[in-house]
């Protein structure tokens, strides 16, 4: 099959880095720096970290203050308790919505992000329309996320580095009563810990 510019494009065919990648992978695995176990550890190492980390921290911080205020006080603390190895981050911080503030964290510079809470970030968190308007233009952002926020709410927006790297505590939605930690949990998306949108209203289907 031919394109409208006239040539074959085969689906397989590596970019220009993706060859390289694979090529400096083999090199390294040749003169024994690292081993192709290695490479398979830490593939497994970074797909078991997922936004569930996340979500499990702030449904456990929802049902249990004690937690709460020490999630907030020491958040890398708070996670061990629970399981979670944040020690790769250096410093950690938790933002907490109320009704009159809102958070919302970008990496204006690059793609800084918890990835030990929230695994690897979604494509448009690195895109430079949203590392520019998350600055210039939050509410609009917020907007296009479907939340709609009064004027008198504040927003503030956080800009991740090296150094520092933030989660957003959703609120808890109205109506959560009773509920699970388990079933919490499901209502924390991973947006909501960027700080774009709430956490859900409802349990999805
Ligand atoms: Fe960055």
Redesign the pocket.
């Known amino acids: 099959m031919s394109d409208d510019h006239g040539h074959d494009h085969p689906k397989h065919e590596l970019s220009y880095y993706a060859k390289r990648i694979y090529a400096m992978r083999e090199l390294l695995v040749e003169k024994g720096v690292i081993t192709e176990k290695d490479i398979q550890c830490q593939i497994e190492y970074q797909e078991a970290r997922t936004p569930a980390n996340g979500a499990n921290l702030v449904a456990k911080a929802w049902v249990d203050p004690a937690f709460k205020a020490r999630f907030i006080d020491d958040p890398k603390a708070a996670c061990a308790e629970i399981g979670i190895d944040a020690t790769a981050l250096n410093e950690f911080v938790v933002l907490e919505n109320t009704p009159q503030v809102r958070h919302m964290v970008v ?7 918890p990835r030990p809470i929230l695994g690897r970030p979604p494509d448009w968190y690195k895109s430079f329309n949203y590392r520019q308007r998350s600055v210039s233009d939050p509410r609009g952002v917020m907007r296009e996320f479907g939340l709609e926020l009064p004027d008198d709410v504040e927003v503030r927006v956080h800009d ?3 150094d520092i790297r933030y989660i957003v505590m959703p609120m808890r939605p109205a109506g959560t009563e009773g509920w699970s930690e388990e079933d919490l949990a499901k209502l924390v998306t991973r947006d909501s810990m960027i700080g774009v949108m709430d956490a859900l209203p409802m349990l999805p289907e």
């Open positions: 990496c204006t510079l690059c793609s800084c992000y991740s580095t090296a």
